[in-house]
């Protein structure tokens, strides 16, 4: 990242920060969209995220982080969005119809499907967690440092995100396990 | 098989399998709201005095404590004393907002009434030319298609009304559409707007999204016959100026 750019954006340069936007703007969609699992959603993310950012980027001390506090607005930006979805979402739970032909589960870890819904059942919190770790790559201390909690924090979100989905596939495993009745 | 780690590896290898580029609206939008967008000013204050002497660091500390041991023997003092004169209002309208009248609501047009009376602001009314009056904030903040509008307000105003039991003008800046909730940036305010020395002055009395705003007081000269207000240096948390919306 260029350091001269996100000095002249913390100056009132909107083309500077234009720059910025067009080459953080992919990472910060492909993390929104992954941790709200809704592609409206995530563009109403990414959109108020760049817009507070330009507003707060007087504020960034450390031109060295630029890419990490933006992507700490982003993810700000998504709890507003999961917050706001909740709102209006009603709580479904979904049934599974199918598709377990073993009952340890193996299978039902190989179908994205599954996984999609246990995903969406963890708190977003655990999401942003989960998705920085494991798809931006960034060990769990800069997991913590990008989200300001303490390191221990972090670690107890993965923990019970990685518990979260084992119990959720495990749930929709069972009913089929125990005689294939559906839930 | 559902240990954690195969568990991990699935999970991971299905998040590789979603979008790894941004759509052009959002980022087009978030572009376009920024060239009518101004940037939060920070207050530039140093940490530490730099070449400080240990006498004179000495000294700041006690003039830091003298300073604090007087500021708690105000708040603690009996509001009246026995045969004294009773306390004259301050000649600044800043106020202080007690914390339990701080976030009441999420930010809207709703009406927000302090959980305790707001303090008399000193200063004249607002004279009746400029009431009711509808500016919209200079340079525009504009973010999804709304923008800041301010709202010089009538003593029997609801709002006025809410906050200062009818006993003084007042002024709202809110986003006009009404804001969707949830939005992370919501700098709706509401407070006293009152004349001192033929300016307006505003006081940011009630911030709900952003409590540091509050107490923020900032003066305005009267342009053009009331169709600018100009910002006399105005403080963080508030806003450079107002061009009247037609």
Same mark, same amino acid.
């Given at each position: 990242m260029d350091q001269t750019l996100v000095a002249q954006a913390r100056q009132g340069d909107r083309e500077a920060f234009a720059v910025l936007v067009h080459q953080v703007s992919d990472s910060l969609y492909a993390v929104a969209f992954r941790i709200l699992r809704d592609s409206g959603r995530a563009e109403d993310a990414l959109q108020n995220a760049l817009v507070l950012a330009w507003r707060r980027i007087p504020r960034l001390r450390d031109p060295e982080r630029f890419e990490a506090w933006i992507h700490r607005i982003l993810v700000h930006a998504c709890y507003d969005e999961s917050r706001r979805a909740r709102q209006w979402t009603a709580s479904v739970r979904v049934v599974s119809v199918g598709g377990h032909s073993t009952p340890d589960g193996t299978h039902a870890v190989a179908d994205r499907d599954e996984l999609e819904r246990a995903f969406r059942r963890l708190s977003v919190d655990q999401r942003a967690v989960f998705v920085l770790h494991h798809y931006l790559g960034l060990p769990l201390v800069e997991v913590a440092e990008l989200l300001e909690i303490p390191a221990g924090t972090a670690r107890s979100r993965l923990h019970y995100a990685i518990a979260g989905l084992r119990d959720a596939l495990t749930a929709d495993a069972e009913p089929i396990a125990h005689g294939g009745r559906l839930a | 098989m559902t240990d954690d780690r195969s568990l991990e590896r699935a999970a991971r290898s299905w998040l590789e399998e979603g979008p790894t580029r941004a759509p052009d609206r959002p980022v087009e939008a978030a572009l376009r709201a920024i060239e009518s967008t101004s940037q939060e000013r920070v207050l530039r204050i140093p940490w530490r005095l730099p070449r400080m002497n240990p006498i004179t660091r000495v000294a700041g500390a006690a003039l830091i404590a003298v300073i604090a041991v007087g500021v708690v023997f105000l708040a603690v003092r009996p509001s009246s004393g026995v045969g004294g004169p009773s306390p004259q209002p301050t000649a600044t309208p800043s106020v202080t907002v007690p914390a339990s009248a701080r976030p009441i609501v999420e930010p809207t047009d709703a009406v927000l009434v302090p959980a305790t009376q707001l303090p008399d602001p000193s200063g004249a009314a607002l004279p009746s030319d400029l009431i009711g009056r509808t500016y919209r904030v200079n340079p525009a903040e504009i973010l999804n298609n709304r923008q800041l509008v301010l709202t010089l307000r009538g003593a029997d105003d609801a709002h006025c009304t809410a906050m200062f039991g009818g006993r003084s003008t007042c002024f709202t800046v809110l986003w006009d559409p009404v804001k969707v909730l949830?939005? /992370? /940036?919501?700098?709706?305010a509401r407070g006293s707007a009152r004349m001192v020395g033929g300016n307006l002055v505003i006081s940011m009395d009630l911030v709900p999204s952003d409590l540091p705003c509050v107490g923020n007081v900032a003066t305005y000269a009267i342009d053009d016959a009331g169709a600018t207000l100009r910002g006399i240096d105005p403080p963080a948390c508030t806003f450079p100026g107002f061009v009247e919306l037609p």
């Open positions: - | 949830g939005s /992370t /940036t919501d700098p709706a």
